[in-house]
């Protein structure tokens, strides 16, 4: 090695270690209120590393929102989340608790609220005095995981035994980022970098979770790093230094190996891979649309009481962001028309897990397995939404607080927004034939009303929307964004590739291949309908013959109903050729003519896991072996890749909960569905996907007497606003 390349290293390694090492005692002695506007490094999710901040990286704008201070928050609701003087008096009572008061270095991977009992909660109401407020601590000290539960009135603590289940805790962004910078201080690694011919400033490298691959990866938290060069564009995913992977101990941030296997393979160049409308030759720009918005005169139909409680049209419903979730809605009620109560749907829904298995087996790849939820932790990486285009002019928006490893909380500002939707949806309608004589035309609009969130998962972008409509129906649509994650190649052009299953994907542009993926999302679903005691039906339409005497007809379908009696009866894998419906029924509550009440689980476009079952990441994400799980409601059971779900060896999934096969007729019930998703990249996903969508509902069936929005009434030209188009010149 020459002699100034040497020092050259040298020199760029202390730099890095000087500028962490400062960048880390800043931040701990830092505010007991952390705002993302000011504090970015530590409010955004999976940072690369840098040694200067380009140009094209800077904010072209502020964000126009309001920026709310969340000092004086309280709670009012039981299911209300922590509060940041509640965040702050953790961190004091932690300071003199013996776990962490005699350790020199702890890290708080996660404090949220802990939930009151479910049927102390369903006992509440408005006015009430609330119960003992207790925060759920998952802390790490001296590289052993801790659950804690403290009771914020009486200031005591309680340490859980957290049992004999593989894993870690998901990942603090602290974790994230420290892992990034960890590889500068290796000169083997600086070395390679320049030897790809990639300039240590234009490097930016993400921390991968590495799943489990048996017993060599066992006992300290590993992580691998993978880099890219940013030269000349902010979409750097699409410049990846193939083949070069760093495996880090998580713990101690030393590199255990460094693999490089592809020095052979150039770097993608950088032209075209901009998608900011800012980076766009004008000469260029594509202006197909007019601009068009939603106005609301007499102002929305929905508020937001207390900062978390919805109520809109007939619906009610509470709803907070959440670290691992993402969103959060609780307590979901609609209005009987006819009784004017306000009837239980669902107590709890939120995204449990998302699983996204890369398909290709080579030594840069095999381990990309991702559990965004419990790895990651799906809400601390959703970004603030962006106005007039995340969400309309008329939406509401909601913060998160979360807290830093060392438990400074932190804002996540406009991280959820609420808004009214119209899209020209019909309601209902019917016209009649001219040939009956009767002239009747009754159609009515539909609007709804969205809860969405927007995570940013490095590369992904997911975006959750609840959506509540005023038949009573709630329909959970996720759309898939952002940019793929690539794989360098060789290939400039198909006629030079002679193996293609070793593609392990789709060429997108010149030495860049799209590599074959699947996204799955399993949600969480405690259904409440019209009480807790609820059983699951499984309504399967079987074809039946007809005898030659009984009718013209050779066939017709009939519906056989069947109640799951225990767990494993409502393992449900989805077939087109042998249809069902899936009720959720409360068996006391009847109709007037006699039927169960009802909602029903209604599948949209999905996909299955066609992985093997004994694979290893398809055992650590075994909660995708079905669309449609049902279990006995249990406080502890709603993570579905379980609690500790980094680096975990699949002995604690929704899947093993399931196959204790527990009683769930007239039971307090929780129905898990997962949506899914098989992408096989194209060329229209460089260098940045158009948003893909799929959606399950939850359907009222026969829960009402009769159609529910009934008597609604039909637009008038009077109720709307009259909107003069500005003169074209």
């Given at each position: 090695m020459e002699t100034p390349n040497f020092f050259r290293l040298c020199f760029l390694s202390l730099c890095a270690g000087l500028v962490l090492l400062f960048t880390w005692s800043h931040f701990l002695s830092g505010p007991d209120l952390l705002d993302c506007t000011t504090n970015s490094a530590w409010c955004t999710s999976k940072n690369r590393f840098q040694s200067k901040q380009p140009s094209h990286l800077k904010n072209r704008h502020n964000n126009p929102t309001r920026h709310r201070n969340h000092a004086s928050d309280t709670p009012h609701h039981p299911l209300d989340p922590l509060t940041v003087q509640e965040m702050n008096k953790i961190r004091t009572i932690f300071s003199s608790h013996p776990?962490?008061?005699?350790?020199?270095?702890?890290?708080?991977?996660?404090?949220?609220?802990?939930?009151?009992?479910?049927p102390l909660v369903l006992k509440w109401k408005k006015?009430?005095?609330?119960?003992?407020?207790?925060?759920?601590?998952?802390?790490?000290?001296?590289?052993?995981?801790?659950?804690?539960?403290?009771?914020?009135?009486?200031?005591?603590?309680?340490?859980?035994?957290?049992?004999?289940?593989?894993?870690?805790?998901?990942?603090?962004?602290?974790?994230?980022?420290?892992?990034?910078?960890?590889?500068l201080a290796d000169a083997t690694f600086n070395r390679t970098i320049i030897e790809r011919g990639v300039d240590l400033t234009d490097l930016a490298c993400l921390p991968i979770s590495p799943g489990w691959y048996g017993k060599t990866e066992e006992n300290r938290r590993l992580i691998k790093v993978q880099c890219y060069s940013m030269k000349d564009t902010v979409n750097f995913y699409m410049r990846p230094i193939e083949g070069l992977t760093v495996l880090l101990d998580l713990d101690t941030k030393q590199?255990?190996?460094?693999?490089?296997?592809?020095?052979?393979?150039?770097?993608?160049?950088?032209?075209?891979?901009?998608?900011?409308?800012?980076?766009?030759?004008?000469?260029?720009?594509?202006?197909?649309?007019?601009?068009?918005?939603?106005?609301?005169?007499?102002?929305?139909?929905?508020?937001?009481?207390d900062d978390h409680l919805v109520k809109w049209a007939n619906w009610e419903f509470h709803v907070k962001p959440d670290a691992r979730a993402g969103v959060i809605v609780s307590r979901a009620k609609v209005r009987d028309p006819d009784t004017g109560e306000l009837r239980d749907v669902m107590y709890k829904g939120f995204t449990s897990e998302l699983f996204v298995p890369y398909m290709d087996p080579t030594d840069a790849w095999y381990f990309k397995t991702y559990m965004d939820a419990g790895e990651y932790g799906f809400g601390l990486q959703a970004m603030p939404l962006e106005p007039l285009n995340d969400c309309p002019r008329n939406a509401h928006y909601m913060d998160g607080v979360f807290v830093a490893a060392d438990g400074t909380p932190y804002v996540?500002?406009?991280?959820?927004?609420?808004?009214?939707?119209?899209?020209?949806?019909?309601?209902?309608?019917?016209?009649?034939?001219?040939?009956?004589?009767?002239?009747?035309?009754?159609?009515?609009?539909?609007?709804?009303?969205?809860?969405?969130?927007?995570?940013?998962?490095?590369?992904?972008?997911?975006?959750?929307?609840?959506?509540?409509?005023?038949?009573?129906?709630?329909?959970?649509?996720?759309?898939?964004?952002?940019?793929?994650?690539?794989?360098?190649?060789?290939?400039?052009?198909?006629?030079?590739?002679?193996?293609?299953?070793?593609?392990?994907?789709?060429?997108?542009?010149e030495n860049v291949v799209g590599v074959i993926h699947d996204h799955y999302i399993t949600f969480h679903l405690d259904m409440d309908v019209d009480g807790s005691e609820n059983s699951f039906v499984k309504v399967n339409l079987q074809r039946q013959q007809t005898s030659p005497d009984e009718s013209p007809r050779k066939s017709f379908l009939k519906a056989t109903r069947t109640v799951a009696k225990t767990e494993k009866d409502a393992q449900v894998k989805l077939?087109?050729?042998?249809?069902?419906?899936?009720?959720?029924?409360?068996?006391?509550?009847?109709?007037?003519?006699?039927?169960?009440?009802?909602?029903?689980?209604?599948?949209?476009?999905?996909?299955?896991?066609?992985?093997?079952?004994?694979?290893?990441?398809?055992?650590?994400?075994?909660?995708?072996?079905?669309?449609?799980?049902?279990?006995?409601?249990?406080?502890?059971?709603?993570?579905?890749?379980?609690?500790?779900?980094?680096?975990?060896?699949?002995?604690?999934?929704?899947?093993?909960?399931?196959?204790?096969?527990?009683?769930?007729?007239?039971?307090?019930?929780?129905v898990w569905y997962t949506l899914g998703f098989h992408h096989i990249p194209?060329?229209?996903?460089?260098?940045?996907?158009?948003?893909?969508?799929?959606?399950?509902?939850?359907?009222?069936?026969?829960?009402?007497?009769?159609?529910p929005i009934l008597r609604t009434p039909p637009n008038v030209e009077s109720d709307l606003p009259v909107c003069s188009p500005v003169a074209s010149t």
């Open positions: 776990i962490f008061s005699t350790s020199a270095g702890y890290a708080l991977h996660s404090i949220e609220l802990e939930e009151p009992e479910k006015g009430d005095p609330l119960f003992p407020r207790k925060a759920s601590v998952v802390a790490r000290v001296k590289g052993e995981s801790h659950v804690l539960t403290v009771d914020l009135t009486t200031s005591e603590v309680t340490v859980h035994q957290t049992g004999s289940h593989s894993g870690y805790p998901m990942m603090t962004l602290e974790d994230m980022t420290t892992a990034t910078w960890a590889p590199v255990v190996e460094i693999s490089d296997k592809g020095a052979n393979i150039p770097i993608p160049n950088a032209a075209n891979t901009d998608y900011r409308y800012s980076a766009q030759k004008q000469n260029q720009v594509i202006k197909l649309l007019k601009p068009i918005s939603i106005e609301q005169p007499k102002g929305p139909s929905f508020t937001v009481e996540r500002s406009n991280m959820v927004c609420i808004f009214e939707s119209y899209a020209g949806d019909i309601g209902w309608r019917h016209t009649e034939s001219p040939i009956t004589g009767m002239e009747v035309r009754e159609v009515r609009p539909k609007v709804t009303l969205v809860v969405r969130m927007a995570a940013s998962v490095a590369n992904y972008d997911y975006i959750v929307d609840w959506e509540f409509q005023t038949d009573g129906l709630i329909r959970i649509k996720v759309g898939l964004s952002g940019i793929l994650m690539v794989k360098g190649t060789p290939y400039e052009n198909m006629n030079q590739v002679f193996d293609l299953d070793n593609l392990h994907g789709t060429l997108l542009s077939k087109l050729y042998d249809p069902s419906e899936f009720h959720v029924i409360n068996p006391s509550k009847q109709t007037r003519v006699g039927n169960p009440v009802g909602y029903k689980v209604v599948p949209g476009a999905t996909a299955a896991s066609l992985l093997d079952p004994e694979d290893p990441p398809q055992k650590r994400a075994a909660f995708t072996n079905n669309q449609i799980w049902v279990t006995q409601y249990n406080q502890s059971e709603q993570w579905a890749g379980g609690l500790f779900a980094y680096q975990s060896h699949g002995e604690d999934t929704l899947a093993m909960w399931s196959d204790k096969d527990r009683e769930i007729e007239n039971k307090d019930i929780v194209c060329q229209e996903d460089f260098p940045i996907m158009p948003t893909v969508s799929s959606s399950f509902d939850l359907k009222p069936v026969n829960f009402f007497q009769s159609n």
